[in-house]
Nanobody
Framework: QVQLVESGGGLVQAGGSLRLSCAAP????????MGWFRQAPGKEREYVAAINWSGSNTYYADSVKGRFTISRDNAKNTVYLQMSRLKPEDTAVYYCAAKLHSGDYYPPQNYGYWGRGTQVTVSP
């Protein structure tokens, strides 16, 4: 069983930056592609970014392209999401997950081992 723990969320002003971390303290994740998703109140969970197992390929939702950067350090069993030029509409709970099924990177149903999430709030 893969356990994922997100951290790094908080309150930031629009235009600011945050770096989220997703750690796997129990079992290595170096053979999984990983993804970040977010869910705002009253909305469905949406795809943010994904990275393949080695970190050589990254993928982004159009809404965050050019502002967010996903990366991973397999030696530390950790995946990161660097968020810059944050906007109020980025406010959500951010989750990381391991990609368990083949297919596209964006559907949440292709992922499992979800963490509990970390809250990101961007004030105007």
């Amino acid at each position: 069983q893969v356990q994922l723990v997100e951290s790094g969320g908080g309150l930031v002003q629009a235009g600011g930056s945050l770096r989220l971390s997703c750690a796997a303290p129990v079992r290595p994740i170096d053979n999984y592609a990983m993804g970040w998703f977010r869910q705002a109140p009253g909305k469905e969970r949406e795809y943010v970014a994904a990275i393949n197992w080695s970190g050589s390929n990254t993928y982004y939702a159009d809404s965050v392209k050019g502002r967010f950067t996903i990366s991973r350090d397999n030696a530390k069993n950790t995946v990161y999401l660097q968020m810059s030029r944050l906007k109020p509409e980025d406010t959500a709970v951010y989750y990381c997950a391991a990609k368990l099924h083949s297919g596209d990177y964006y559907p949440p149903q292709n992922y499992g081992y979800w963490g509990r999430g970390t809250q990101v709030t961007v004030s105007p």
